[in-house]
C-alpha cells in the first residue's frame, strides 16, 4: 500500500550531544578520518548498515541508546573536541586568506566566485553525480574548502540521484531509481526571513511557472546550493524537472539546465540577502550546462539601463568557462526553435532580443549545424577565460572551436589548460595516509616540501620496503574482501543461491597482482579493449608463476545500448567457471567502492582511444595510494608519464581501420602486462619483498604526489583564472559600469570599421646575402585602417622556424611600433627581429585589435594578414 504523504522525523539529540547534529550535516566528515571514527565508534553494525551516513546513524538511534552516550562523560568530550576541531577548521586563515592579506593579493583576489555544475560528488550519501564531471566538481569544492577559497557551489538536487545499477543473470544492466528524500540527507533548507522555504521562479512558455526551493549543503567551508523543483506550486511536470541527473532529453534537459543557470544566479542573489555573504566576483561555469547564468546576468543588468552588448562585456569579463569535453558529441546540443520558445515571443524580455540570445550558441562557423543552438559555444561565447583540463585537452579543445575565432592560428585560440587534480584526503587510504603523516610528516595535502620523503629509506627516518609491501598488500586484502561480497550480492541479486556461490570464497587472492579499470562506459574508454584476444588474457590471468587478477566496475549511461553490449560482453567473460576466481565486475559504481579499489589495486589501467580523454582523475586517485598506471598516453598522463612512475600502452596513431586499431593497441597492452608489469611485481628478495617495484612506488609517489592534487589544481584556478577575472569585472564595473559601455562601443566601431583594414606592404632590411644568428631584420609595413586609430591595433611580425611549405609552425608575434601616419588612414610601423636560432626562418605581418579590455588580441575573431 502506498503511502500518500511522506516526511522524515528527526531525532531529538540530548543537549550534550547537540554538536552531533552539525558534525553530521557538514560533508567534511566525508574526507575527515577522526570524524567519521567518532561517528563509527557509536554504533559500529548501525554504521555499516547506514553505509557510513551519520544523519542516518542518528536517526537510528533509540532514545536509550542517545542516553547512554549523554550519560558517558568520554563521549561527550570527544564530541566537544570534534566540534571545536570543525569550527577551527571553519574560522580559520588559511591559504587564500593569507595570499589575500599580502600585498601581491590584496587587490586582485575575488570576495567570493560561484560555481555552478550539473553535479557534484562529494560523498556517496548523497549521490548527485554521474562520473568524472561530478567527482571533480566535488573534489574542486572540497580543496577550495581546505584552502580557505570563498566559493560557493551551485547545482540541482536530483529527487532519484543518478540511478543504482545491477545485473540480470545474463549480465545486462538494470537501472533503478530509489527517491531521496532530502530531509534525510545532510542538508539544510533555505528559509526566506519568515522561517517559510526560500524558493526561486522562472517563467515556462504557456504562462507555467517553475519553482524551486534551495538545499544548501555544508562542505566544509564551502556552501553548496541545490535547486529542488518537487515543491508545492508546481504542476506534475514542473516537479520532475529535477527528477534524474541525465535521466531526460530534449526540452526536460532544458528546463534542466534552465533551471541551473537562471535559476542558480537567482539562488546565489537569494542567499546573499539572506545571510550576508558577498555576492560573487567571478561565475565559474564547470561544462557548458549552466551556460544560461550568463544570459541570466546580462538581464540584470539589462534592467539597470544597460544595452545587451554593454551587458554582454561586463559579464564576460567575470566568467571563467572549463570545458571537458574532446568529442562533439559530448557536448549538448537544443533545436533552435525549441530555445526559441524560451527567450522569444510571450517569453521575450525588453532589452534581451531572441535573435541576441540565439547567436550566442549559434555553430556559425564552417562545419557547424545552423539548426542547433550549442552549449559550449555559448560557455565560450559569454567566458572572458576558458580552458581544458589537461595540456593535451586544451590542444585538442583549441582545434574543435578554432572556428570561432577565423583568421588565428588554432595555438592562439583562448583556451588554456589547467589539468585536473584529486582530493587527496578523499580518496588515500587512512592507513596509508597515516603512515605518511606519522613517518614522513605528510599532511593530508602532501605539500611539495615534504613529498620526497617518499624516497628516503628506514635508515633515513623513513619507510622500509618491508613496511611499505607490508601496508599495500593490507590495503590489497581489504579490496579481496570488499570484492567477495560485493561479488555475492550481485549474485544473490542474479538469482543465484546461496549454495551455488561457494565459489566467491576463492575469489581474488591478497598476494596476486591487481589491475583495476573503473569509470563510466562510453565507448571511446574501450572497456572491452582486454578482450580482444580473450585466449591471451586467460594466459595472463592464470599463468603458473605470474598470475594477474582484473578489478574492474562501471555505469553506462541509462540510453546507450552499446555501452550495455559492452558491459554484458565484459560480465559473459568473468561468468566464466574457469577465470571468475581472477577477474571480477562489480556493479554500481560510486564513491563508495572507489574509495576501496584504488587503495587495494597495484595498477590502474585506462585504454582510451587517443586523445578522446579530456583529462581523467582515477589514476591519480591510485598513484596517491601507491598505484602504478599503465594508460594510454591521453588526458594527464600524457604531460606527467616519466618512465618511472607506471607503463605507457603504445597508440596506433594513423590506423583508420578501428578493429586494427583495437587489435594493435591490445596486443601492445598484453605484451606490456606479461614482459614488464608482471615480472617487476614478482621479481621479489630473500624477504619477498619486490624491490624494483616499490622503486617505482616510491618514485610515483613523490613526484606524482604534489602534482595530482586538487589543492594544486585549485590554486591555479585562483592565480590563473579566477583573479584576473574578478580584475577585469572590477575594471568595466567601475564608474557605475561606465568602462563597460566604452569596451561594447569601442567593439562595435572595430567590427564597423575593420573590413578598411589591410596590410598594404611589407618592407625590410638589415640581414646580408646569408642572414645568421644574431643578425636583426628591420621590418617596415604599411597599412590602411580606415576610420580605425592606430591605437586602436597592433602590428604585429610574426615570424618562427618554416616547413618545407613555408607553413610557419613555432612561431612569435611582436608588436611593431608606430613610425609614420599618412593620409586617408595610412600608416607605417617599423620595429627589429633578432635571428635567434638557425635553420629554416620566415616572417609575415598581420594587424589585430587592440584593447586593455581584450584578455586575448583573438577574442573579436579580427585579423588582417599581409
Request: with cysteine; net charge negative.
Amino acid at each position: 500500500m502506498r503511502a500518500i504523504r511522506r516526511f522524515t522525523v528527526r531525532t531529538l539529540l540530548p543537549a550534550e550531544l547537540r554538536d552531533l547534529d552539525e558534525l553530521a550535516h557538514n560533508l567534511r566528515w566525508s574526507w575527515h578520518a577522526p570524524t567519521r571514527d567518532l561517528f563509527a565508534g557509536i554504533d559500529p553494525e548501525a554504521w555499516a548498515s547506514t553505509h557510513g551516513d551519520p544523519v542516518a546513524l542518528l536517526g537510528a538511534l533509540g532514545p536509550e541508546r542517545l542516553a547512554e552516550l549523554a550519560a558517558d562523560g568520554a563521549f561527550v568530550e570527544r564530541v566537544r573536541a570534534a566540534a571545536a576541531d570543525l569550527r577551527h577548521y571553519l574560522d580559520d586563515a588559511l591559504w587564500y586568506q593569507q595570499r589575500a592579506a599580502s600585498d601581491e593579493g590584496s587587490d586582485s583576489l575575488p570576495a567570493a566566485i560561484a560555481y555552478f555544475s550539473p553535479e557534484f560528488g562529494i560523498t556517496s550519501v548523497l549521490p548527485q553525480y554521474s562520473g568524472g564531471l561530478g567527482i571533480l566538481a566535488g573534489d574542486h569544492l572540497k580543496s577550495a574548502s581546505d584552502l580557505g577559497v570563498p566559493i560557493v557551489g551551485v547545482g540541482l538536487l536530483y529527487g532519484a540521484g543518478y540511478f543504482k545499477q545491477s545485473l540480470t543473470r545474463d549480465g545486462w544492466q538494470v537501472e533503478t531509481y530509489p527517491l531521496l528524500d532530502p530531509d534525510g540527507l545532510p542538508l539544510t533548507l533555505l528559509r526566506d526571513d519568515d522561517g517559510t522555504p526560500a524558493r526561486v521562479s522562472l517563467a515556462l512558455p504557456g504562462g507555467r511557472t517553475l519553482h524551486a526551493h534551495v538545499w544548501v549543503a555544508a562542505v566544509g567551508r564551502v556552501p553548496l546550493l541545490l535547486l529542488d523543483s518537487n515543491v508545492p506550486g508546481n504542476d506534475e511536470a514542473a516537479r520532475k524537472v529535477t527528477d534524474r541527473l541525465y535521466g531526460g532529453g530534449g526540452e526536460h534537459r532544458l528546463q534542466q539546465e534552465l533551471l541551473l543557470g537562471v535559476g542558480g544566479v537567482r539562488a546565489l542573489r537569494l542567499w546573499s540577502r539572506l545571510t550576508g555573504a558577498p555576492e560573487p566576483e567571478v561565475y565559474h561555469t564547470n561544462e557548458g550546462h549552466a551556460g544560461f547564468l550568463g544570459v541570466e546576468r546580462i538581464r540584470e543588468l539589462v534592467e539597470q539601463g544597460l544595452t545587451f552588448d554593454e551587458a554582454l562585456e561586463a559579464v564576460r569579463a567575470a566568467t571563467v568557462f572549463t570545458t571537458h569535453t574532446p568529442v562533439p558529441a559530448g557536448i549538448d546540443r537544443f533545436g533552435r526553435d525549441l530555445v526559441t520558445q524560451y527567450f522569444g515571443g510571450d517569453m521575450a524580455v525588453d532589452g534581451l532580443p531572441v535573435e541576441r540570445v540565439l547567436a550566442l550558441g549559434a555553430e556559425d562557423y564552417d562545419g557547424g549545424d545552423p539548426t542547433v543552438f550549442n552549449m559550449a559555444v555559448m560557455g565560450l561565447r559569454l567566458g572572458g577565460r576558458a580552458n581544458g583540463v589537461s595540456l593535451l585537452h586544451g590542444e585538442v579543445s583549441r582545434g574543435m572551436f578554432e572556428g570561432l575565432w577565423p583568421g588565428f592560428d588554432a595555438r592562439e585560440v583562448p583556451i588554456t589548460s589547467v589539468t585536473n587534480g584529486v582530493h587527496s584526503p578523499t580518496w588515500v587510504d587512512p592507513a596509508f595516509a597515516a603512515l605518511e603523516a606519522d613517518r614522513l610528516g605528510l599532511d593530508e595535502l602532501t605539500a611539495d616540501a615534504a613529498s620526497s620523503g617518499w624516497l628516503r629509506g628506514a635508515g633515513d627516518g623513513g619507510v622500509s620496503d618491508g613496511e611499505l609491501w607490508a601496508i599495500r598488500r593490507e590495503m590489497r586484502g581489504r579490496l579481496v574482501d570488499e570484492a567477495r561480497r560485493r561479488v555475492r550480492k550481485s549474485w544473490r541479486e542474479r538469482g543465484a543461491t546461496p549454495a551455488e556461490l561457494g565459489w566467491v570464497d576463492d575469489v581474488l587472492s591478497p598476494d596476486v597482482l591487481t589491475i583495476g579499470f573503473a569509470r563510466r562506459v562510453p565507448t571511446y574508454k574501450r572497456l572491452t579493449l582486454m578482450l580482444r584476444d580473450p585466449e591471451r588474457l586467460k594466459a595472463l590471468l592464470l599463468h603458473p608463476e605470474r598470475p594477474v587478477q582484473l578489478v574492474v566496475a562501471g555505469k553506462s549511461h541509462p540510453a546507450d545500448d552499446q555501452g550495455k553490449r559492452l558491459i554484458q560482453q565484459l560480465v559473459r567473460f568473468t561468468d566464466d567457471p574457469e577465470v571468475r576466481h581472477r577477474i571480477v565486475f562489480l556493479p554500481n559504481y560510486d564513491i563508495a567502492m572507489a574509495q576501496s579499489l584504488y587503495p587495494g589495486c597495484d595498477v590502474w589501467l585506462n585504454n582510451p582511444l587517443r586523445p578522446l580523454e579530456a583529462s581523467g582523475t582515477s589514476g591519480m586517485k591510485s598513484a596517491l595510494n601507491g598505484g602504478l598506471n599503465l594508460s594510454i598516453l591521453d588526458g594527464w598522463w600524457d604531460e606527467w608519464f616519466d618512465g618511472e612512475n607506471g607503463w605507457a600502452i603504445p597508440t596506433a596513431d594513423g590506423v583508420e581501420d578501428a578493429d586494427r586499431r583495437d587489435d594493435l593497441e591490445a596486443a601492445a597492452l598484453y605484451d606490456l602486462v606479461e614482459q614488464q608489469v608482471a615480472p617487476r611485481f614478482y621479481d621479489r628478495d630473500t624477504d619477498g619483498v619486490p624491490g624494483r617495484w616499490l622503486e617505482m612506488v616510491r618514485h610515483t609517489l613523490a613526484t606524482l604526489g604534489p602534482k595530482v592534487q586538487a589543492t594544486r589544481m585549485v590554486g591555479e584556478y585562483v592565480t590563473r583564472l579566477y583573479a584576473p577575472a574578478a580584475a577585469a569585472g572590477r575594471t568595466l564595473a567601475a564608474d557605475g559600469l561606465a568602462p563597460a559601455r566604452e569596451l561594447a562601443h569601442w567593439k562595435e566601431s572595430v567590427r564597423s570599421g575593420w573590413s578598411r583594414v589591410r596590410v598594404d606592404h611589407v618592407d625590410s632590411s638589415g640581414i646580408g646575402e646569408v642572414p645568421q644568428v644574431g643578425d636583426r631584420l628591420t621590418v617596415r609595413a604599411y597599412v590602411s585602417l580606415g576610420d580605425l586609430r592606430p591605437e586602436d591595433v597592433q602590428v604585429q611580425v610574426v615570424h618562427g622556424r618554416v616547413s618545407e611549405a613555408d607553413v610557419i609552425e613555432e612561431f612569435t608575434a611582436e608588436p611593431l611600433a608606430l613610425a609614420e601616419t599618412y593620409e586617408a588612414g595610412r600608416h607605417a610601423f617599423a620595429g627589429d627581429v633578432v635571428l635567434d636560432a638557425s635553420g629554416p626562418f620566415g616572417y609575415t605581418v598581420r594587424v589585430v585589435p587592440t584593447h586593455t579590455g581584450l584578455p586575448s588580441v583573438a577574442e573579436l575573431g579580427l585579423v588582417a594578414n599581409a
